[in-house]
């Protein structure tokens, strides 16, 4: 079995600033991590392998200081490495993006079949949930989106089931391997790394894939020519002006507590007594 986990190298959300004069994202002196939602995906990846063993490659496309997120997967316990950087690569959006680790992962199929994609829901830097998706249609892969669970999976019948959430609870889905799966954040807790993965992290070749070795058979559906996406306008949200209200109740009581604040939300919201009566009934 041959997993192809994506992840990619993000800026770190909670030092980003926004500049108050051109409103555009300030990336100087902010540090980069491995997108959180990815780290699950490899955790998933790594604990499949582990049951039923297998090769775990981890692919990333950015520029060479992406680097250092696949060496980090390496020390959690990946098996190979392939970084997919070029300068017609620049400027891309999650189109763009999908083509080009859709052709990266069709060169990794030819030297050993690829059975499983995995990616994270999405990344914290775009929020698009849009390049998983894309790989697999690009692919022709079944496509689980939201997994939260991989319940089986069956090598010989190339068949899977899987636990995804969606808005009515959970649904229970059994589809053929290949697939894409991106997985939901919380379904399992990142392993840490061993001495030994950190000594073969740091010694290990990553593979450095140019648009060529990457199997790009069009460079203009990639990087800005091939990026149809358009941001008008980057901005901090408004702060917001009301200030926060003290309720006082007469006693400590649980009961008095929520009572009061029944009755404070009904007096400023008159229909929401109604409407809830009416739900419930």
């Known amino acids: 079995m041959h997993i192809v986990v994506c992840i990619k190298q993000v800026p770190d959300s909670a030092q980003i600033r926004v500049h108050p004069v051109t409103n555009t994202i300030m990336r100087q002196g902010v540090p980069a991590i491995v997108n959180p939602y990815d780290l699950f995906a490899l955790e998933e990846a790594l604990r499949l392998k582990d049951q039923y063993g297998g090769r775990v490659t981890v692919l990333t496309m950015g520029p060479p200081m992406a680097e250092a997120a696949l060496r980090k997967a390496i020390s959690y316990g990946a098996d ?125 070749p990553v593979k450095v894939w140019n648009k060529e070795l990457a199997g790009i058979e069009d460079p203009t559906k990639t990087g800005l020519k091939g990026s149809p996406t358009v941001v008008s306008k980057v901005f901090a949200p408004t702060p917001r002006a009301v200030k926060a209200e003290i309720i006082q109740c007469e006693s400590d009581d649980p009961k008095d507590l929520s009572v009061t604040l029944l009755a404070k939300m009904f007096a400023k919201h008159p229909k929401l007594e109604k409407e809830i009566a009416k739900r419930a009934a």
């Open 80 to 204: 190979d490495a392939v970084l997919v950087t070029d300068r017609v690569f620049a400027g891309s959006d999650t189109l763009a993006t999908s083509y080009a680790l859709a052709s990266a992962i069709g060169q990794i199929h030819k030297d050993m079949p690829v059975d499983l994609v995995f990616t994270g829901k999405q990344t914290i830097d775009g929020d698009t949930a849009q390049v998983g998706p894309g790989i697999a249609k690009r692919l022709d892969m079944q496509l689980l989106t939201y997994v939260s669970k991989v319940r089986s999976l069956d090598i010989d019948h190339k068949e899977i089931i899987v636990e995804r959430r969606s808005e009515g609870g959970v649904q229970v889905l059994k589809t053929s391997i290949p697939s894409l799966i991106t997985v939901l954040e919380g379904s399992n807790e990142m392993r840490f790394a061993t001495m030994a993965n950190m000594f073969r992290a740091s010694r290990y």
